[in-house]
Nanobody, 127 residues
Framework: QVQLVESGGGLVQAGGSLRLSCAAS????????MAWFRQAPGKERESVAV????????YYADSVKGRFTISRDNAKNTVYLQMNSLKPEDTAVYYC????????????????????WGQGTQVTVSS
């Protein structure tokens, strides 16, 4: 059984920064791509960023490009999301998830390809 535990959320003013962490249990963390999704109240869950098992390949949603950076430390079984220049529209519950298959620039954003999800961490950006 794989467990994903997010942390690092909180309340921040617009223009500020937060760093989210997602700690994974299990010995096979480094074999899988990992991603961040988010869900705002009353909205569908949307993809934010993905990172390959090696950390070499990353993709981002257009809404966060240039502001967010996904990274990982396989020695620590942890994936990160550095969020800068935060906007009120970034307010959401952020989830990390494990990818089950090779991804492409067009498939990485589909929740269907993720098998394990964390419980989420709340990010609130005030204007």
């Amino acid at each position: 059984q794989v467990q994903l535990v997010e942390s690092g959320g909180g309340l921040v003013q617009a223009g500020g920064s937060l760093r989210l962490s997602c700690a994974a249990s299990g010995r096979t963390f480094s074999n899988y791509a990992m991603a961040w999704f988010r869900q705002a109240p009353g909205k569908e869950r949307e993809s934010v960023a993905v990172i390959s098992w090696s950390g070499i390949i990353t993709y981002y949603a257009d809404s966060v490009k240039g502001r967010f950076t996904i990274s990982r430390d396989n020695a620590k079984n942890t994936v990160y999301l550095q969020m800068n220049s935060l906007k009120p529209e970034d307010t959401a519950v952020y989830y990390c998830a494990r990818n089950t298959a090779d991804f492409t620039s067009s498939t990485w954003s589909k929740a269907f390809y993720y098998d394990y999800w964390g419980q989420g961490t709340q990010v609130t950006v005030s204007s």
